[in-house]
């Protein structure tokens, strides 16, 4: 990646790195409130948006008023805790940092286009870097639930010791390839301001047993807007030879069936909660190729 062509804005990353705030409780990941990529083998949210909008899908629901709407009371780590505070802006001698907040700055600037261009405001959300453990407004987490959002703050919470985790462990090296998460991530972020995420709560409260299918759909899309976000740094100039394929490879190798496959030598579709690496890299491709979130419709027939 060409990371002086990524577009800059001020604020957008937080960083308490070394500000230990202590393990916590991980009450249960998977109940809904947050979403994040699932390292240990399925965590994850469960929820989607209500039915009847999912025709309408996200150009509609740009136009239609909707709006953004205030965050989930659901906490994904068993309950409510505080919103980040302290912290300070990026080392500018810290390259990883730096690169998460030029990447963070780009992938927002992106959506604010999207969003003027249907006569919305885009609403930013900041990266707040931890290391190991950190309080939200979901509650406690630690680095082992992987990156993830927190509807109740709007904000991403990323331990960047994933990032070398993705190259290890999970055989995804490069800097697009983080990029991929971090812009998967600020997707979260985008369904919370068009609503998607509050109508997602609403539906597994209304039918729990559609948990783990509608939470696939739901980071499914955000897997689509993280490639229309690299149809859009690509248009600038940002991508090089080789990038996309970093995408995909780490779009494939956070699927479901991969991780369970590695940890167990079993696969159960049953329980997956984000998609396989199949589903995950056709939807970043979608996104990709139409360079448009009209494409992001992961809610119409089969993914």
């Known amino acids: ?27 249960g990941f998977g109940s809904g409130g947050g979403s994040g990529f699932p390292i240990g083998g399925g965590m994850g949210i469960g929820g989607i948006i209500l039915v009847l909008l999912l025709i309408f899908i996200v150009p509609k629901l740009l136009g239609s008023g909707g709006g953004s709407v205030p965050g989930d009371a659901t906490a994904p780590f ?20 730096q690169f998460v907040d030029a990447v963070t700055d780009d992938v927002q600037t992106t959506w604010d286009d999207i969003f003027q261009r249907t006569g919305k405001t885009y609403e930013d959300t900041s990266v707040v870097l931890f290391t190991g453990a950190t309080s939200t407004g979901c509650g406690q987490a630690t680095s082992d639930v ?9 904000m991403v919470y990323l331990d960047t010791g994933f990032f070398k985790e993705l190259e290890t ?33 609403q539906m597994v409260r209304d039918d ?29 100039g940002v991508l090089e030879a080789g990038d996309l394929e970093e995408g995909l490879k780490a779009a494939a190798a956070v699927g479901d069936d991969r991780i369970q496959k590695a940890a167990t030598g079993r696969i159960n579709p049953e329980t997956w909660t984000h998609g396989s690496s199949e589903q995950r890299v056709q939807w970043f491709r979608n996104g990709f190729n139409a360079g448009n979130p009209d494409a992001c419709d992961t809610f119409s027939g089969t993914v």
């Open 1 to 27: 990646m060409k990371l002086g062509r990524l577009r800059r804005r001020s604020g957008g990353v937080i960083d308490q790195r070394g500000q230990g705030t202590g393990m916590g409780s991980l009450g």
């Open 78 to 97: 068993g309950q409510a805790g505080t919103v980040p505070a302290g912290g300070s802006s990026v080392d500018p001698t810290d390259p990883t940092g």
């Open 146 to 154: 992987g990156p993830f959002y927190c509807p109740a703050d709007r």
């Open 169 to 201: 462990r999970f055989g995804a090296p490069g800097d697009f390839a983080e990029a991929y998460v971090i812009a998967h991530e600020i997707g979260h972020h985008v369904q919370t301001l068009l609503g998607i995420d509050a109508q997602v709560q």
């Open 208 to 236: 729990p047993s559609r948990r783990n299918d509608l939470s696939i759909r739901q980071e499914l899309q955000a897997d689509c807007f993280a490639g229309v976000w690299g149809r859009a740094a690509q248009g600038a």
